[in-house]
């Protein structure tokens, strides 16, 4: 393998005018308490959340990965379009391999599209441990001063303080967060094939505390569906509705999971605002692994004007609905004082559950030990936006400028049929996209091995291409936040029951109202419909620009590992012949260490020894 500073060297090679940016993300074990309680995690620089990375749009982008965990890891930048690099998408037995523990990768690219982003483990279900934090692109000068800033204000010194600020956001990361890791989840589940939809707290930027409210709090919320709810806010494990087969094992579930719960004191978030700055952009992540989530701001208005990182026509809201993956950017008026309330609030039936943070004007301290008093709350504590304040509705944005709009007419159509097949597997076409694939041979190397693939898994077509994927859901399917890796898709329409039609034309003239070609939202986030009683679907459109190996999923951690996925072969018909030399010997160094550790398992097996957890038990306060 080669040294950084060799990789730079490559990368400054006729690239003077643009800036190189190095980072080294080194990954350890570690132990942290974020919510009160101590548990074993994995950290990112010694940290969790990692980092925060800030890039200039245009810049180069050198980060090297070292991988001191006991497991293969690597590293995804998720909301980068990886253009003419999709070697640095870090998704295993696609675009690289498993980085071994005690090796490192590195990752160059060009930071080509501004805006949120950020970076997650993408083997199994390891970002749930810790392995995220977040990635802003400041904007180049061109798209700053050709921003959607008049629609919020025509007040010149407003626009002004509103550029500064999209340039200098207050980034905030919402998570689900549990007290066991994910390897012991994933071996809880498969004993008992009970998925384990319950967490512990609500972190919002890495901190939070474990609430175990009344059952006063939680009455307002309970239904037919849910008729009674644990401690935690959590469905019955026992519920055939959210567990529906036969072959589950609810009593069998450690009680931890659902059942134990024991408020905590520990301290919160503080973001500070200084009323002098007139605005302040608020970048707001759901980095959790399972839970969409409502925000909102006491007595705050929110100006929605990007998601995923797009620029859109601005909407001004109270609540924004995020779900797993996905970012909004909102402004909000700086012209109050003291401490506000930030509320996120799990928006789905299996679990009601809150955390909060501090939206501070005078902050004596980066956390607070108190929840402000409510003012003006739009959010309340099952996710519901209270009478009075309005919600975003994602589906009516509008891509900014008005010129980035979809081509009127597709050449390819795929249908994805989206479908839990057991109480073990999740699939994206009625065949999982098993986790062992993390292990083998990456497609972008030997698109042929495509071939040895089930064909639903591995849709082809050529560059230049403009392609429908036509996602279907069937009854029983809850919200899924699908995530298209590389560049964005326009999200063209959305209706009822069976998509009965050969392709969006023939479907637009039997029901033009299902569709938006006009200026529909531009996003790398796809959040589906409610399906869970009857069918729906959802299309999206974009052009192959690019040839790509390219990862779509279910950003559901645990439907990712079951199998909700698809690699798109983008002009795959052959290997690229661009890729840089560098890698290529990190490919092959790296699957000559892999045959050799596959070897010592093998004969580790032989003589009974086992291959260990991925995590020390849990920590138990």
């Given at each position: 393998?080669?040294?950084?500073a060799a990789l730079s060297t490559l990368l400054?090679?006729?690239?003077?005018?643009?800036?190189?940016?190095?980072?080294?993300?080194?990954?350890?074990?570690?132990?942290?308490?974020?919510?009160?309680?101590?548990?074993?995690?994995?950290?990112?620089?010694?940290?969790?959340?990692?980092?925060?990375?800030?890039?200039?749009?245009?810049?180069?982008?050198?980060?090297?990965?070292?991988?001191?965990?006991?497991?293969?890891?690597?590293?995804?930048?998720?909301?980068?379009?990886?253009?003419?690099?999709?070697?640095?998408?870090?998704?295993?037995?696609?675009?690289?391999?498993?980085?071994?523990?005690?090796?490192?990768?590195?990752?160059?690219?060009?930071?080509?599209?501004?805006?949120?982003s950020w970076y997650h483990a993408h083997s199994?279900?390891?970002?749930?441990?810790?392995?995220?934090?977040?990635?802003?692109?400041?904007?180049?000068?061109?798209?700053?001063?050709?921003?959607?800033?008049?629609?919020?204000?025509?007040?010149?010194?407003?626009?002004?303080?509103?550029?500064?600020?999209?340039?200098?956001?207050?980034?905030?990361?919402?998570?689900?967060?549990?007290?066991?890791?994910?390897?012991?989840?994933?071996?809880?589940?498969?004993?008992?094939?009970?998925?384990?939809?319950?967490?512990?707290?609500?972190?919002?930027?890495?901190?939070?505390?474990?609430?175990?409210?009344?059952?006063?709090?939680?009455?307002?919320?309970?239904?037919?569906?849910?008729?009674?709810?644990?401690?935690?806010?959590?469905?019955?494990?026992?519920?055939?509705?959210?567990?529906?087969?036969?072959?589950?094992?609810?009593?069998?579930?450690?009680?931890?999971?659902?059942?134990?719960?024991?408020?905590?004191?520990?301290?919160?978030?503080?973001?500070?605002?200084?009323?002098?700055?007139?605005?302040?952009?608020?970048?707001?992540?759901?980095?959790?692994?399972?839970?969409?989530?409502?925000?909102?701001?006491?007595?705050?208005?929110?100006?929605?004007?990007?998601?995923?990182?797009?620029?859109?026509?601005?909407?001004?809201?109270?609540?924004?609905?995020?779900?797993?993956?996905?970012?909004?950017?909102?402004?909000?008026?700086?012209?109050?004082?003291?401490?506000?309330?930030?509320?996120?609030?799990?928006?789905?039936?299996?679990?009601?559950?809150?955390?909060?943070?501090?939206?501070?004007?005078?902050?004596?301290?980066?956390?607070?030990?108190?929840?402000?008093?409510?003012?003006?709350?739009?959010?309340?504590?099952?996710?519901?936006?209270?009478?009075?304040?309005?919600?975003?509705?994602?589906?009516?944005?509008?891509?900014?400028?008005?010129?980035?709009?979809?081509?009127?007419?597709?050449?390819?159509?795929?249908?994805?049929?989206?479908?839990?097949?057991?109480?073990?597997?999740?699939?994206?076409?009625?065949?999982?996209?098993?986790?062992?694939?993390?292990?083998?041979?990456?497609?972008?190397?030997?698109?042929?091995?495509?071939?040895?693939?089930?064909?639903?898994?591995?849709?082809?077509?050529?560059?230049?291409?403009?392609?429908?994927?036509?996602?279907?859901?069937?009854?029983?399917?809850?919200?899924?936040?699908?995530?298209?890796?590389?560049?964005?898709?326009?999200?063209?329409?959305?209706?009822?029951?069976?998509?009965?039609?050969?392709?969006?034309?023939?479907?637009?003239?039997?029901?033009?109202?299902?569709?938006?070609?006009?200026?529909?939202?531009?996003?790398?986030?796809?959040?589906?419909?409610?399906?869970?009683?009857?069918?729906?679907?959802?299309?999206?459109?974009?052009?192959?620009?690019?040839?790509?190996?390219?990862?779509?999923?279910?950003?559901?951690?645990?439907?990712?590992?079951?199998?909700?996925?698809?690699?798109?072969?983008?002009?795959?018909?052959?290997?690229?012949?661009?890729?840089?030399?560098?890698?290529?010997?990190?490919?092959?160094?790296?699957?000559?260490?892999?045959?050799?550790?596959?070897?010592?398992?093998?004969?580790?097996?032989?003589?009974?020894?086992?291959?260990?957890?991925?995590?020390?038990?849990?920590?138990?306060?």
């Amino acid at each position: 393998m080669r040294a950084t500073a060799a990789l730079s060297t490559l990368l400054c090679a006729g690239l003077s005018s643009a800036a190189l940016v190095q980072q080294t993300l080194t990954l350890t074990t570690g132990t942290a308490a974020p919510d009160g309680v101590t548990r074993n995690v994995y950290l990112v620089n010694g940290q969790t959340p990692g980092p925060d990375i800030v890039v200039d749009q245009g810049d180069d982008v050198s980060i090297t990965v070292v991988n001191n965990l006991p497991v293969e890891a690597t590293i995804h930048f998720h909301g980068i379009e990886q253009k003419g690099s999709m070697w640095s998408d870090g998704v295993p037995g696609i675009t690289q391999r498993m980085i071994d523990p005690g090796n490192h990768f590195t990752h160059n690219f060009t930071a080509t599209n501004s805006g949120t982003s950020w970076y997650h483990a993408h083997s199994r279900a390891i970002y749930g441990d810790g392995v995220k934090g977040t990635f802003y692109v400041r904007a180049s000068q061109d798209e700053l001063d050709n921003g959607p800033w008049s629609q919020i204000s025509s007040n010149a010194a407003d626009i002004a303080a509103m550029k500064t600020a999209h340039q200098n956001p207050k980034l905030v990361t919402v998570s689900d967060w549990t007290h066991w890791d994910s390897e012991w989840g994933l071996s809880e589940w498969n004993r008992t094939k009970t998925e384990l939809i319950c967490v512990d707290s609500v972190l919002i930027n890495g901190k939070g505390r474990v609430i175990c409210p009344t059952a006063a709090t939680f009455a307002p919320y309970l239904n037919d569906i849910v008729p009674a709810v644990t401690p935690k806010g959590c469905a019955y494990p026992n519920n055939s509705f959210v567990q529906p087969f036969d072959d589950k094992m609810p009593d069998e579930v450690d009680p931890s999971v659902f059942w134990e719960c024991t408020n905590t004191t520990a301290p919160l978030s503080v973001v500070a605002v200084n009323a002098s700055d007139k605005w302040a952009s608020i970048g707001f992540y759901n980095t959790g692994v399972l839970w969409d989530f409502r925000v909102s701001i006491d007595n705050h208005t929110f100006w929605v004007y990007a998601a995923d990182g797009q620029l859109h026509d601005v909407q001004q809201v109270d609540v924004i609905n995020i779900p797993p993956g996905e970012r909004f950017n909102a402004m909000i008026k700086l012209d109050q004082a003291g401490d506000f309330a930030i509320r996120a609030s799990a928006s789905i039936t299996p679990q009601y559950i809150s955390g909060y943070g501090v939206l501070s004007y005078s902050p004596s301290a980066t956390t607070s030990q108190n929840i402000p008093a409510p003012r003006n709350q739009a959010l309340g504590y099952g996710g519901d936006t209270k009478s009075g304040f309005t919600e975003l509705d994602p589906l009516t944005l509008k891509a900014f400028p008005s010129t980035l709009v979809p081509p009127q007419t597709a050449n390819k159509t795929i249908f994805l049929e989206l479908y839990r097949l057991n109480s073990m597997e999740w699939s994206m076409n009625m065949n999982p996209f098993a986790p062992f694939l993390e292990l083998a041979e990456p497609l972008m190397f030997n698109p042929t091995g495509a071939q040895q693939l089930n064909q639903s898994l591995v849709p082809n077509y050529p560059l230049g291409t403009t392609v429908d994927v036509v996602i279907q859901l069937n009854p029983g399917n809850p919200k899924h936040p699908l995530h298209k890796h590389g560049e964005k898709a326009w999200i063209i329409g959305s209706g009822p029951g069976n998509f009965s039609w050969p392709d969006v034309a023939t479907a637009k003239q039997a029901h033009p109202e299902y569709f938006n070609l006009v200026r529909p939202p531009y996003r790398d986030g796809f959040h589906t419909p409610d399906s869970v009683a009857s069918a729906n679907w959802m299309v999206i459109r974009y052009v192959a620009t690019a040839q790509s190996v390219t990862f779509f999923h279910c950003h559901i951690n645990i439907h990712t590992v079951g199998g909700m996925a698809v690699a798109l072969m983008e002009g795959m018909a052959t290997a690229p012949t661009d890729i840089p030399q560098y890698y290529i010997d990190w490919d092959q160094s790296a699957a000559q260490a892999q045959g050799a550790r596959k070897v010592k398992r093998a004969n580790e097996e032989k003589r009974g020894l086992g291959a260990g957890s991925l995590l020390p038990a849990i920590v138990k306060a």
